[in-house]
């Protein structure tokens, strides 16, 4: 059984008694993802936190751009976003509620995060968060429609 098969499986001893032997907690797999990747998109917080402990990078993104922590939250898993919170970057923070839609994650010892925006400031953070991963694929098209889109708020503030 593999590191990935333990965490499809939800196998903590199978993964623990592997990881306890030495396997590298960050291979890939044929989809770009890691054994943390997979845990944080099935939800199983616990493999989360014991693949973190074993040295697992929770900084490492996918062929998109995405972390751990964006799997996590892209796919509902609020426990696993609250195990991956600490390793977070801020833009990731910011879009995390977002795709969530709440503003309920606390990572231990943390103050809560950054609440959904008000629905004036959710344009402009859905659009930064496109042209995010827009940029990670390479389109700049998508950081010229953020572009437009601060021009336009600039000038309908008074």
């Known amino acids: 059984m593999s590191l990935f098969d333990a ?21 890939f797999d044929d989809e770009g993802l890691t054994p943390l990747m997979v845990a944080a998109r ?38 696993s976003v609250s195990a991956l919170w600490e ?13 969530l839609r709440t503003d309920a994650i606390t990572g ?7 609440a959904t925006p008000p629905k ?7 659009a930064s968060a496109g042209a995010y991963v827009a940029g990670k694929l390479g389109d700049d098209g998508a950081t010229k429609r953020l572009e ?4 336009s708020e600039k000038q309908r503030k008074p």
Do not use: C, Y
């Open 42 to 79: 099935e939800g199983h917080a616990g493999l989360v936190e014991l693949l973190l402990k074993a040295g697992a990078d929770a900084t490492i993104t996918n062929r998109i751009g995405e972390s751990a922590v964006i799997i996590a939250a892209a796919h509902g898993h609020s426990n």
């Open 7 to 27: 965490v499809l499986a939800g196998d903590r001893e199978s993964l623990k008694s592997q990881l306890d032997a030495g396997a590298d907690p960050n291979p």
């Open 120 to 126: 004036e400031d959710f344009r402009r953070k859905l």
């Open 87 to 99: 390793s977070a970057t801020e833009d990731e923070r910011s879009m995390v509620p977002l795709l």
């Open 148 to 151: 437009r889109v601060l021009r």
């Open 108 to 114: 231990p010892g943390t103050a809560s995060p950054a």
